[in-house]
């Protein structure tokens, strides 16, 4: 996590490795595969977003609901090819 120039913390830019693509590359209506720390894959897409990418809400597929997932959720998001 960055520090604004106000001292405050930024999520901008969040994302790792471990917890899947950077966040600040999400797009709305973007196909993803949502990996809670569960071990659970769920296919989904980007419904909507924080504007500092902290917070983005996932329509999951299979009639499953929608979710809001923050970054510090450590739950990996995948980018994926809809279909």
């Not at 983005?56 to 990996?76: P, T």
């Amino acid at each position: 996590m960055s520090q604004a120039a106000d001292g405050h913390d930024s999520a901008a830019g969040v994302g790792s490795p471990e917890t899947g693509m950077n966040w600040k590359d999400l797009r709305r209506g973007q196909a993803v595969t949502v990996e809670p720390v569960d071990g659970h894959s769920l296919p989904g897409w980007v419904d909507d977003l924080a504007e500092d990418r902290s917070m983005l809400w996932i329509q999951l597929g299979e009639g499953r609901g929608r979710r809001l997932i923050h970054y510090q959720d450590g739950v990996a998001i995948r980018a994926r090819r809809r279909g």
